[in-house]
Structure formats: structure tokens, C-alpha cells
């Protein structure tokens, strides 16, 4: 399991002040479940991480710590005008990584 996750689900538990048993209770497992996800022993299943970020009031990218991806839709545009798009972000990220 990848220790952001296992890491992640306890420090949202936490910051909520919910307990392990509490967690468990209402994801319908138990609370020796909760321990090994928390723990890095076990995966939790997919239905079980998006019933957190619910539960949480966040997203399942927030649960797996994952930064938002801004995502455009360009399909409408013509090839050459999808081409300049990408060359204009292509510029701002080497723009980017000469002030980093």
C-alpha cells in the first residue's frame, strides 16, 4: 500500500476526531480493518476510499494526497488551434522551471 494512503486515512480520522471503531462502524468493516489500512498491513477496497472521502467531506484524490489536475476541454478546437494551446503551456512550464 502506498504509505500516503494508509497515512492519509488516519490523519483525516484524526483531524475529524473520529476513532478507529467509529470509522469502521460506518464503512460496515472492522476496526482491526481500519488498523492494517492505517498501518500499511492492507489495501482498503475502492468502495471503501471513496466511502471515506464522503464520510471525510473531501475527494478520493485528497484521501490518496494526490494534487488536482486542472483539465480543459479542447476537443472542439481545430487541430491548429489544439497545437497552439499546447505550445503556449509548453512555454509557461519552461518559464516556470527557469524561476524554480
Not at 500500500?1 to 480520522?13: A, H, K, P, S, T
Request: aromatic share 6%; glycine share 6%.
Amino acid at each position: 500500500m502506498d504509505y500516503n494512503l494508509c497515512q492519509r486515512i488516519g490523519e483525516v480520522r484524526t483531524q475529524f476526531g473520529m476513532t478507529q471503531t467509529e470509522l469502521a462502524k460506518r464503512l460496515g468493516v472492522t476496526r482491526s480493518s481500519v488498523n492494517a489500512w492505517e498501518l500499511g498491513f492492507a489495501t482498503p477496497q475502492l468502495k471503501h476510499v471513496v466511502e471515506i472521502a464522503k464520510i471525510f467531506g473531501t475527494t478520493v484524490d485528497g484521501i490518496l494526497n494526490v494534487s488536482p489536475k486542472v483539465v480543459v476541454d479542447i476537443s472542439d478546437l481545430s487541430e491548429k488551434e489544439r497545437q497552439a494551446v499546447f505550445d503556449i503551456v509548453d512555454c509557461l512550464k519552461a518559464q516556470h522551471q527557469e524561476n524554480i
